[in-house]
């Protein structure tokens, strides 16, 4: 069992190491991603993490249909309502990006997760799909809701409603992931992406990500007062006093997250 976490400077690359079962989410396997992902958030020296999976053929498949599944759905069936996540993406308050290195499928739960992190960037073989619908079952963790905020509604119900994947060039064009990356250079252009966020001041991206996800459900002028309360929050810290001195004397500024 293992959910591999490899940090340095300031990023974390979290990879689901299950490659014979396509990255699937057992039920220990899904408690590690969890708290691999709390840990990430939790450290104040990590700024960035990088999601992945072992392989060159699934950046994940889900759940695990012989295992996880069916424990959650006997606790159902005998009338409990446990909460229903992957890596904690559901439960966990994040407050920092998460890339996700799309490695091939991105099924069902895989799926959820990817749509759960904040910039994807896909393998030409990937697949991204919500499968759930095959199992006479729904997204349960945010692929209904998370899905038509990110592709027109169209291609969302078509997605959900047959459970059928689209490929990388699809993914690409709809907006799905940002890129398409040789699955070689996959995982050494994530990194590189999550160094440039983690170069900035971290206290900016953090209230950048959050003026961003929270107008989605805020009113244009609710929204735009939000945002200026988060820039307020910036301007007064310590990190933009350096940015403006670092601009000025021509440096690299020294971020401390202050």
């Given at each position: 069992m293992s959910i591999d976490v490899d940090r340095f400077?300031?990023?974390?690359?979290?990879?689901?190491?299950?490659?014979?079962?396509?990255?699937?989410?057992?039920?220990?396997?899904?408690?590690?991603?969890?708290?691999?992902?709390?840990?990430?958030?939790?450290?104040?020296?990590?700024?960035?993490?990088?999601?992945?999976?072992?392989?060159?053929?699934?950046?994940?498949?889900?759940?695990?249909?012989?295992?996880?599944?069916?424990?959650?759905?006997?606790?159902v069936r005998a009338g409990e309502s446990p909460t229903w996540n992957f890596g904690g993406f559901t439960t966990i308050d994040r407050a920092k990006p998460i890339i996700a290195a799309i490695n091939g499928h991105a099924l069902a739960g895989g799926c959820e997760m990817a749509l759960a992190c904040d910039i994807r960037l896909a393998s030409p073989n990937a697949t991204i799909g919500?499968?759930?619908?095959?199992?006479?079952?729904?997204?349960?963790?945010?692929?209904?809701?998370?899905?038509?905020?990110?592709v027109p509604l169209g291609l969302a119900m078509e997605m959900i409603l047959t459970g059928d994947p689209i490929d990388a060039a699809e993914a690409l064009r709809v907006g799905?992931?940002?890129?398409?990356?040789?699955?070689?250079?996959?995982?050494?252009?994530?990194?590189?992406?999550?160094?440039?966020?983690?170069?900035?001041?971290?206290?900016?991206?953090?209230?950048s990500r959050a003026s961003i996800l929270e107008s989605k459900s805020l009113p244009e002028r609710a929204a735009m007062e939000n945002e200026f309360n988060h820039f307020l929050s910036v301007v007064r810290t310590d990190d933009a006093a350096e940015g403006f001195s670092a601009f000025s004397e021509k440096r690299n500024p020294q971020y401390l997250g202050k």
């Open positions: 400077d300031h990023i974390a690359v979290i990879t689901i190491n299950r490659p014979k079962a396509r990255n699937a989410l057992d039920p220990a396997h899904n408690t590690a991603l969890g708290a691999a992902v709390a840990e990430f958030e939790a450290d104040p020296n990590l700024y960035v993490a990088v999601l992945t999976g072992a392989g060159t053929v699934a950046f994940s498949a889900g759940a695990d249909l012989k295992t996880l599944l069916p424990e959650y759905q006997s606790k919500l499968a759930e619908t095959k199992w006479a079952i729904i997204p349960g963790a945010g692929g209904t809701v998370r899905l038509p905020r990110t799905l992931v940002n890129r398409i990356v040789p699955i070689e250079k996959l995982l050494s252009v994530a990194v590189d992406m999550a160094q440039v966020i983690a170069s900035r001041g971290p206290l900016a991206v953090k209230a």
